[in-house]
């Protein structure tokens, strides 16, 4: 048994292993509905299948919610060929380059497949140079036509890589969906252990097509204050034109702390309260590349009057892929930190309520 | 009108860092209206308040620039974009920090001149060392252009027009509205340039029956250029549609209509670029839904660091807002 608080790396287990394509977050609400049922104060599904969760602490003060999001990048079967093959729709943002020949896991039972690609000698010389786009590829569940494929397959069933969690050395892991288990099962820590202060956690859906779960959540709840928790793209990897550029977050350098994305312009209030969250407690952390990806603060900071929003995230190579790496200690200094600054977040409320409001 | 537009002009302000300039708003409209707030994102509501229709008109204090994403081991600055900033408009310009320190903007010598993209450029801020710059600048550390306005004739050129200008038309407009039977906010939010973000939460909570963004306009009246029926001088533009909205035809009519009356020079404008659009875009959207049109100030070579309007122009959209806005709007159906 962990400690009390403690990261729950069983739970993180279960939930990267877990399924749950944009749209089809029905597994991933499951396990975190029987981990959270004994701590949570209040608990529903809303109508876009987000899991909200209100947990009470000692105080009061400012609307804080805490969010996370529930769904991974995949893939939609969108068509059943007369030889059995898949064709497929990407759903959210994947590298073509990284597809071909991987193994997949298709529909609700979850069979295994491969994406499979026209071998390169079969083609022109220059076709063997390029990269394969998820248009001329399939998913390959080894049936031996239409019929046999639609006994198990129907269009719109979405698709997984195949990958398990794994330790990965003694300061890594290895798995897929870290963006963003990894910010569920530090969200789930943060219900489960004692609170110092009243919170919402929203576990949402459909981050990865735009966010469209955190609009709804925010919409219902208008926070004051919210902080996005995330797995966000290290890119502490070789390659010379990378060093020019900044090759950073890294991994093993702790907690990364968002100024700019492209969805989101940190309250730089809340910034600085992290930064100081950080200091006192010790944690090392690391900023984000400013003006690439976006998270769930997008939406957060924009409903209703307004919101101080930022996204607190781990660094994890090889995101959006079959095998992220994540370091163990990022991965738990981020949960101190985020549990540092919490008791504060309340005292951040809404300059004099809205304009309105002043009247 | 110079004297405020050159002041609004040359102060500091990318998106997300309005302080300054919310600071010089702050200063010229008091006395002009009943109150002055902030939002928690940094909108800036100046309220003269009424029993009529609530309208808001909108203009941003934002502008584009750059922001810090890495500092080289010898203090050479990497940056990304704040909003729509052409790469093919910034090497050799310069740009400026909140402290003040002044940055030159350079592309590597080697690369491929026909593909100009942010991450080939550098600034070089005059450090020496990687030790030194960190004095002076970290990752997420934003700046703006850097240049002079200056005033020829009826044009005025100078950087972060877009929406300066506009900011000046509503405090002018603050300045020469006399009595409005309507609850009037000006609102000068934050944001727009990365997405109309502060616009949205300010509409949320004042909650209009109507109203109008004031921004600047692309034209059509410079050599060799996409066609569009838009002159400098000759008249503030009344939109028709962007990108991003259509304005409302009960709006758009009644802005014809004023400006008919006050025997102004006008324009109707259609800015037929799918992703050019001004707080409007999200203002119309609100709650259940904001009838809302929008006051276009006609500027060349916008998003350069020299934009240039036609002070004729700007005054003749003071007189349409402060028309619109001394009209009862409930009478007017709204």
């Given at each position: 048994m962990a400690r009390p608080g403690a990261f729950p790396w069983e739970l993180f287990e279960a939930l990267s292993n877990a399924r749950g394509v944009t749209g089809d977050e029905g597994p991933v609400r499951r396990l975190l509905r029987d981990y959270l049922a004994p701590h949570a104060d209040r608990m529903e599904v809303d109508a876009m299948g987000s899991l909200l969760v209100e947990k009470r602490g000692r105080r009061t003060g400012a609307r804080v919610l805490l969010g996370a999001h529930m769904d991974e990048v995949g893939f939609m079967v969108v068509r059943i060929e007369k030889s059995g093959a898949l064709r497929l729709q990407k759903v959210g943002g994947l590298d073509d380059?990284?597809?071909?020949g991987k193994r997949v896991r298709v529909g609700p039972q979850a069979l295994p497949g491969v994406l499979g690609a026209k071998p390169p000698h079969l083609g022109q010389e220059e076709e063997a140079s390029r990269t394969v786009k998820l248009e001329d590829m399939y998913a390959d569940i080894g049936a031996a036509d239409e019929a046999e494929a639609r006994a198990h397959v129907r269009v719109g069933d979405t698709v997984t890589f195949d990958a398990a969690f794994e330790p990965w050395g003694a300061a890594l892991v290895r798995g897929k969906a870290f963006d963003d288990r990894v910010g569920c099962a530090l969200l789930a820590a943060l219900v489960a252990g004692p609170s110092p202060a009243d919170f919402v956690a929203a576990f949402t859906t459909q981050e990865e097509i735009g966010l469209r779960g955190a609009r709804v959540a925010a919409q219902r709840f208008e926070p004051e204050v919210a902080v996005a928790l995330e797995g966000t793209g290290a890119v502490d990897v070789p390659g010379k034109r990378l060093a020019a550029l900044g090759a950073f977050p890294c991994l093993g350098r702790g907690p990364v702390l968002t100024r700019r994305d492209s969805t989101t312009i940190s309250d730089p209030r809340l910034f600085e309260l992290f930064e100081r969250a950080a200091a006192a407690a010790g944690v090392r952390w690391q900023p984000k590349r400013p003006g690439i990806g976006g998270t769930d603060a997008g939406e957060y900071h924009r409903a209703g009057p307004g919101a101080r929003a930022i996204s607190v995230s781990v660094p994890c190579r090889y995101i959006h892929a079959p095998a992220a790496l994540a370091a163990r200690a990022d991965i738990e200094a981020t949960l101190e930190l985020v549990r540092a600054a919490l008791p504060k977040l309340a005292a951040l409320q809404r300059p004099g309520g809205t304009p309105r409001e002043n009247s | 009108m110079k004297e405020l537009l050159s002041e609004l002009s040359s102060a500091w302000g990318p998106s997300g860092e309005e302080g300054q300039v919310a600071a010089l708003v702050r200063r010229r409209v008091r006395g002009h209206v009943d109150t002055v707030a902030a939002d928690v994102l940094g909108n800036l509501v100046a309220r003269r308040r009424g029993k009529g229709a609530r309208v808001m008109v909108a203009a941003h204090m934002d502008e584009i620039g750059v922001v810090v994403s890495h500092v080289d081991p010898r203090g050479f600055v990497r940056f990304s974009n704040v909003?729509?900033?052409?790469a093919n408009l910034l090497a050799a310009q310069r740009v400026r920090l909140k402290s003040g320190r002044v940055g030159v903007v350079m592309e590597e010598e080697r690369g491929n001149k026909e593909d100009q993209k942010l991450d080939r450029m550098y600034a070089d801020?005059?450090?020496?060392?990687a030790a030194e710059a960190a004095r002076h600048v970290r990752v997420g550390d934003v700046a703006c252009f850097d240049r002079e306005p200056v005033v020829q004739g009826h044009r005025f050129v100078g950087k972060a027009l877009d929406d300066r200008v506009a900011c000046a038309v509503l405090i002018e407009a603050a300045r020469r509205l006399k009595r409005t039977p309507n609850d009037v906010s000006l609102v000068f939010t934050v944001q727009e340039e990365v997405g109309?973000?502060?616009a949205q939460p300010a509409a949320f909570a004042l909650d209009p029956e109507v109203a109008l963004a004031v921004d600047v306009t692309l034209t059509g009246d410079v050599p060799e250029c996409r066609p569009m029926a838009v002159s400098l001088g000759a008249g503030p533009g009344i939109k028709v549609k962007d990108g991003g909205h259509i304005g409302h035809p009960r709006v758009r009519e009644l802005l014809l209509r004023l400006a008919r009356r006050l025997r102004l020079k006008h324009q109707l404008e259609v800015l037929a670029l799918e992703r050019a659009s001004t707080d409007a875009s999200v203002i119309h959207k609100v709650r259940a839904g904001v009838p809302s049109g929008c006051v276009s100030i006609p500027c060349r070579?916008?998003?350069?660091v020299s934009e240039m309007v036609d002070l004729r122009d700007v005054e003749g959209a003071v007189r349409l807002v402060v028309a619109f806005l001394e009209t009862d709007l409930r009478k007017a159906g709204f």
């Open positions: 380059r990284l597809l071909a | 909003g729509g900033v052409m801020f005059g450090f020496e060392s109309c973000r502060g070579y916008v998003h350069s």
